[in-house]
């Protein structure tokens, strides 16, 4: 167990950019708001427009401060997407080099001289993935998150408006949970895409991406143009398409969300991630059918790994 | 398997090709705790692919012990006790100092933290100091720093001092002899530069096209090969003796012999005793042609 925190350790070391990405991320969109803010203020003073109709929600009773409180929860939301879209370039690349990069510069002789086993690497590496890279993106748009509040709060006020009582309607608690317990189930889902990625990042002689990225595409264009000469293909109720990518794009945050009753116009945003529609993706079988084959892939990886150290370059 | 005491590498019919060249050809070797072994051979004779099967890192054929165990099957359980240094361009550049003794420290139970930190205080490296920060020469150091603080039997150097000036390069192997080389350990080594090591192994193999062409001990060797400065007179006489190999030098031939008596090579001219450089060149003949 120590040894495998020791590992993922080491791939933090290794890649800063599983907290810099969501950092730099988050900022940018604080610096915009706050840029956005700013302008808006100035353009209105010059026009001599009483400025605040944005923040007219809270001189609307009741149903203005539930909207305007919905409205902090949606940006809770976005700001953890926004990292997202961070997270899913991060492991994708971090994924693909991971058990090339090592044998690219031949520094896998050197962690092979130490007594760790091929599966503790290996795993260790898939749990970074899988729970450390989103980890650290949802405690960083989480503050960034808090810190948004805290402008609007003093925006508002500068307004002479009190924020206070919509931010006291707002669930940032529950929809931290919420989001934390998105975390075991994406990685659940994130696994076939672990797998395989990881599977030809032990395999590759060269050029890991290749092999993971352009494979798959020529599959598929194969497959549609044998489908258009009417020759033996895959189709019907299995979409080919939508295995390869679920081979390629699982790392996507909530990118499974699709597979729940998940619905942006619901009335609370809150509710909309509630556990027990969230958790409704762990009866379907595209969760579990995800799972084996990715943990078959990750088996296939072990192996490659304990054979596979020379690279072309 | 049953394995002598004291034996810590037992190796029988290894085989290994690469394609269709024969990268070990029926390697059987026997290494015993205690002892220096320098492993010597030409570019792509089989030096590193015995030492992969060896520290578990490669596939092959026959039989195998490294300390009682199968590498094939046991290299994390083997690499508590075996400790290997790779050439220096292994270390992962990226890496801090402090990074790797916490690592080391963590997942290895025969690492002494204190050991390595005084092996590194003999040295310009800081513990903040990144691996591209340091040369070469202190990229090895450190390296051998971390594995002279592990409590290894069997240390496998391959080119350890690979691109290392002369300094260096004495310092490593004088390092290795001190501070880390005892009765209960063991070195494999290879290198190309067979002169500076020679005074410090005990046991030579030499290893050419995947076959072992000679295993002896320093001892056996200088038993077994004399070489003799002959007149020219004499040079007819000392052919007729199957010399292993004959070169000219100021007018005078100098003649290698493999096992003939030393009275007989006496009366012929004066007596030295060879050089690894030499034995090695006039065994290794036409091995390029």
Redesign the interface.
Same mark, same amino acid.
């Given at each position: 167990m120590?040894?495998l925190l020791?590992?993922m350790?080491?791939e933090y070391?290794?890649h800063r950019s599983f907290v810099w990405t969501p950092v730099w991320i988050t900022s940018a969109i604080l610096i915009l708001t706050l840029l956005t803010t700013i302008s808006a203020e100035i353009f209105a003073g010059r026009a001599g427009i009483p400025m605040g109709f944005t923040l007219d929600a809270l001189r609307y009773g009741s149903a203005g401060l539930a909207e305007f409180s919905n409205g902090f929860d949606l940006s809770q939301l976005m700001f953890a997407a926004a990292s997202c879209i961070g997270v899913f370039a991060v492991s994708f690349f971090y994924l693909l080099g991971s058990l090339y990069d090592?044998r690219r510069?031949?520094?896998?002789?050197?962690w092979?001289?130490?007594?760790?086993?091929d599966t503790a690497t290996v795993a260790s590496k898939a749990l970074t993935a899988m729970l450390v890279i989103p980890s650290f993106a949802l405690a960083i748009s989480t503050l960034a998150y808090i810190a948004f509040v805290a402008l609007i709060v003093l925006w508002a006020g500068m307004h002479g408006l009190s924020a206070l009582p919509a931010v006291a309607d707002a669930h940032p608690l529950a929809m931290f949970s919420h989001l934390l317990l998105m975390l075991p189930i994406g990685a659940l889902w994130t696994l076939p895409t672990v797998g395989w990625l990881m599977f030809w990042s032990a395999y590759a002689r060269s050029k890991p991406f290749m092999w993971a990225v352009l494979l798959p595409i020529i599959a598929v264009i194969a497959n549609a143009w044998l489908h258009l000469i009417g020759g033996p293909h895959i189709g019907g109720d299995v979409s080919f398409v939508a295995i390869l990518s679920r081979l390629l794009f699982s790392v996507m945050p909530g990118g499974w969300l699709n597979a729940t009753s998940f619905d942006l116009h619901d009335r609370h945003i809150v509710d909309t991630l509630d556990p027990g529609r969230i958790g409704a993706v762990l009866g379907s079988p595209n969760l579990w059918l995800g799972v084996v084959a990715g943990l078959a892939l990750l088996a296939a990886a072990v192996w490659l790994r304990?054979?596979r150290?020379e690279t072309n370059v | 398997m049953s394995t002598p005491m004291g034996t810590i590498v037992h190796a029988r019919n290894l085989c290994k090709n690469y394609n269709t060249t024969k990268a070990l050809d029926a390697v059987s070797l026997d290494i015993q705790a205690g002892r220096i072994v320098g492993l010597i051979g030409p570019n792509g004779a089989g030096k590193t692919t015995a030492l992969?099967a060896i520290?578990g890192?490669?596939?092959f054929t026959g039989e195998l012990s490294v300390l009682g165990l199968d590498p094939r099957t046991h290299?994390?359980? &083997?690499?508590?006790q075996v400790?290997?240094?790779?050439d220096v361009? /292994?270390? *992962?550049?990226? &890496?801090?100092v402090r990074?790797a003794i916490?690592?080391?420290t963590? /997942?290895? *139970?025969r690492f002494s933290r204190e050991k390595c930190q005084a092996f590194l205080a003999r040295t310009k490296i800081e513990p903040h100091m990144r691996v591209r920060e340091l040369s070469k020469g202190m990229i090895a150091q450190l390296?051998l720093a971390l594995v002279m603080a592990i409590d290894a039997r069997l240390l496998v150097l391959d080119e350890p001092t690979l691109g290392l000036d002369i300094l260096y390069r004495k310092a490593f192997y004088e390092s290795l002899l001190t501070d880390y080389f005892d009765e209960n350990r063991t070195i494999i080594v290879t290198t190309h530069q067979v002169e500076e090591i020679e005074h410090i192994l005990t046991d030579l193999v030499f290893i050419r096209d995947g076959k072992i062409v000679l295993a002896a001990t320093m001892d056996e060797v200088g038993e077994r090969y004399a070489e003799v400065l002959v007149n020219p007179d004499r040079a007819q006489a000392a052919r007729a003796l199957n010399p292993l190999n004959e070169r000219q030098i100021f007018g005078k031939s100098i003649f290698l012999f493999d096992g003939v008596e030393r009275a007989r090579l006496a009366e012929l001219g004066e007596l030295h005793k060879p050089s690894v450089a030499d034995l090695f060149v006039a065994t290794m003949k036409g091995t390029y042609a």
């Amino acid at each position: 167990m120590n040894t495998l925190l020791l590992l993922m350790k080491r791939e933090y070391w290794e890649h800063r950019s599983f907290v810099w990405t969501p950092v730099w991320i988050t900022s940018a969109i604080l610096i915009l708001t706050l840029l956005t803010t700013i302008s808006a203020e100035i353009f209105a003073g010059r026009a001599g427009i009483p400025m605040g109709f944005t923040l007219d929600a809270l001189r609307y009773g009741s149903a203005g401060l539930a909207e305007f409180s919905n409205g902090f929860d949606l940006s809770q939301l976005m700001f953890a997407a926004a990292s997202c879209i961070g997270v899913f370039a991060v492991s994708f690349f971090y994924l693909l080099g991971s058990l090339y990069d090592d044998r690219r510069d031949r520094s896998v002789l050197f962690w092979k001289s130490l007594p760790i086993s091929d599966t503790a690497t290996v795993a260790s590496k898939a749990l970074t993935a899988m729970l450390v890279i989103p980890s650290f993106a949802l405690a960083i748009s989480t503050l960034a998150y808090i810190a948004f509040v805290a402008l609007i709060v003093l925006w508002a006020g500068m307004h002479g408006l009190s924020a206070l009582p919509a931010v006291a309607d707002a669930h940032p608690l529950a929809m931290f949970s919420h989001l934390l317990l998105m975390l075991p189930i994406g990685a659940l889902w994130t696994l076939p895409t672990v797998g395989w990625l990881m599977f030809w990042s032990a395999y590759a002689r060269s050029k890991p991406f290749m092999w993971a990225v352009l494979l798959p595409i020529i599959a598929v264009i194969a497959n549609a143009w044998l489908h258009l000469i009417g020759g033996p293909h895959i189709g019907g109720d299995v979409s080919f398409v939508a295995i390869l990518s679920r081979l390629l794009f699982s790392v996507m945050p909530g990118g499974w969300l699709n597979a729940t009753s998940f619905d942006l116009h619901d009335r609370h945003i809150v509710d909309t991630l509630d556990p027990g529609r969230i958790g409704a993706v762990l009866g379907s079988p595209n969760l579990w059918l995800g799972v084996v084959a990715g943990l078959a892939l990750l088996a296939a990886a072990v192996w490659l790994r304990g054979r596979r150290i020379e690279t072309n370059v | 398997m049953s394995t002598p005491m004291g034996t810590i590498v037992h190796a029988r019919n290894l085989c290994k090709n690469y394609n269709t060249t024969k990268a070990l050809d029926a390697v059987s070797l026997d290494i015993q705790a205690g002892r220096i072994v320098g492993l010597i051979g030409p570019n792509g004779a089989g030096k590193t692919t015995a030492l992969k099967a060896i520290l578990g890192l490669t596939d092959f054929t026959g039989e195998l012990s490294v300390l009682g165990l199968d590498p094939r099957t046991h290299r994390p359980r &083997l690499m508590e006790q075996v400790c290997f240094i790779a050439d220096v361009a /292994v270390l *992962p550049r990226w &890496l801090r100092v402090r990074e790797a003794i916490e690592f080391v420290t963590g /997942v290895h *139970p025969r690492f002494s933290r204190e050991k390595c930190q005084a092996f590194l205080a003999r040295t310009k490296i800081e513990p903040h100091m990144r691996v591209r920060e340091l040369s070469k020469g202190m990229i090895a150091q450190l390296h051998l720093a971390l594995v002279m603080a592990i409590d290894a039997r069997l240390l496998v150097l391959d080119e350890p001092t690979l691109g290392l000036d002369i300094l260096y390069r004495k310092a490593f192997y004088e390092s290795l002899l001190t501070d880390y080389f005892d009765e209960n350990r063991t070195i494999i080594v290879t290198t190309h530069q067979v002169e500076e090591i020679e005074h410090i192994l005990t046991d030579l193999v030499f290893i050419r096209d995947g076959k072992i062409v000679l295993a002896a001990t320093m001892d056996e060797v200088g038993e077994r090969y004399a070489e003799v400065l002959v007149n020219p007179d004499r040079a007819q006489a000392a052919r007729a003796l199957n010399p292993l190999n004959e070169r000219q030098i100021f007018g005078k031939s100098i003649f290698l012999f493999d096992g003939v008596e030393r009275a007989r090579l006496a009366e012929l001219g004066e007596l030295h005793k060879p050089s690894v450089a030499d034995l090695f060149v006039a065994t290794m003949k036409g091995t390029y042609a």
